[in-house]
């Protein structure tokens, strides 16, 4: 695998907006001092790739090799890296570099970085056999957790964790979830555990009697949702999907939040009055710390809370992306790397 400085590897490559994904050889250079290179076995399929490799974000830059929920092991490493040893097994999520210089990376909010370097765009992700990453997004894994579940954590988990632990939310609090798929599901878990009354909101009929297995008290389909006054304290939404804002809102709480961390494809149509007479905050949230991340992996095992998921072969990259965009996979894919 080693030539002169480079290290040759294979990588599913997104070359132009909605085409499928191709594999090719390509090299990574020897990391810099603060570089990791990771031998990847293991990583999920996200929404956010999807977005990217359909250029639904503009910031989406090809070609690139999408995948951002690796687990793999320490390949190579520059000779900063102190804190990882060779062979050791770690994860990295949605973000490859945090600046840890700035006044959101001192203050713990590492995912508002003004300098923050993402793990697949300008840069080839974790559908390869090897990444380059730097320490500073770089996580270790508790031993208790499989690989193939771990993977998931890192973006899903990591990101749903940090909605639900970030904003005050009191327990006994009632906490929805608008739309269960990778992050939905996992935050039905997290958030039970974290002492919410937590209700799955859904429109797949099919996925009713899962979020309550899942163990959430309630779960509706969104036609029921909307038909409720005054009810949630809080209310995550998960899905893409451009949905009427203000029946959205109308089952909101006094002085609860509405939080994003997704982003629907069209802007929000609201008038303020719709949210002011309730004091209902509006907000979103970009991944989440590295503290959260710790907090949410430890969790993970301590309490066996674990993703739901369905693996394949990596060869089967282009078959998972397809029942991911058809709302056919229960809860996360992922895929077997090396
Ligand atoms: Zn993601
Ligand atoms: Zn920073």
Known sequence: MLT???????????????SNLI????????????????????????????????????????????????????????????????????????????????????????NMCQRYELTCVGRNGGFANFV??????????????????????????????????????KKGSTVGILGIGGLGHLGIKFGKKLGYKMVGITETKTKLKDIIKLGSNEAYHFNQFIKFKNKFDYL???????????????????DS????????????????????????????????????MVEMLKMSAKYNIYPNIQEFKIKEINLAIKRLIQNKIRYRAVMKVF
């Open 4 to 18: 002169g400085k480079k290290i040759k590897t294979k990588g599913y490559f997104s070359l132009k907006a909605k």
């Open 23 to 110: 594999e090719q050889n390509f090299y990574i250079n020897n990391p810099k001092r603060d570089e990791i290179i990771i031998k990847v076995k293991y990583c999920g399929l996200c929404q956010s790739d999807i977005k990217l490799i359909n250029k639904n974000w503009h910031f989406a830059k090809f070609p690139f090799v999408p995948g951002h929920e690796i687990i793999g092991e320490v390949f190579k490493k520059g000779k900063n890296v102190k804190k990882f040893s060779l062979n050791e097994r770690v994860g990295v999520g949605w973000f490859s570099k945090f600046c840890m210089k700035c006044k959101n990376c001192k203050d713990g909010n590492e």
């Open 132 to 169: 380059k990453i730097d320490q500073s997004s770089v996580f270790k894994i508790p031993k208790k957790i499989k690989s193939s579940h771990a993977a998931s954590l890192l973006c899903a988990g990591w990101t749903i964790f940090g909605a639900l632990k970030n904003f005050n939310i």
């Open 236 to 254: 995550i939404i998960t899905s893409h999907h451009n949905y009427d804002w203000k029946a959205v809102i109308k089952p909101m709480a006094y």
């Open 257 to 292: 939040t509405l939080c994003f961390v997704s982003r629907p494809s069209k802007d929000l149509k609201l008038n303020v009055f719709d949210f002011m007479s309730k004091r209902i905050k509006i907000t979103a949230s970009p991944g989440s710390s590295k503290k959260n």
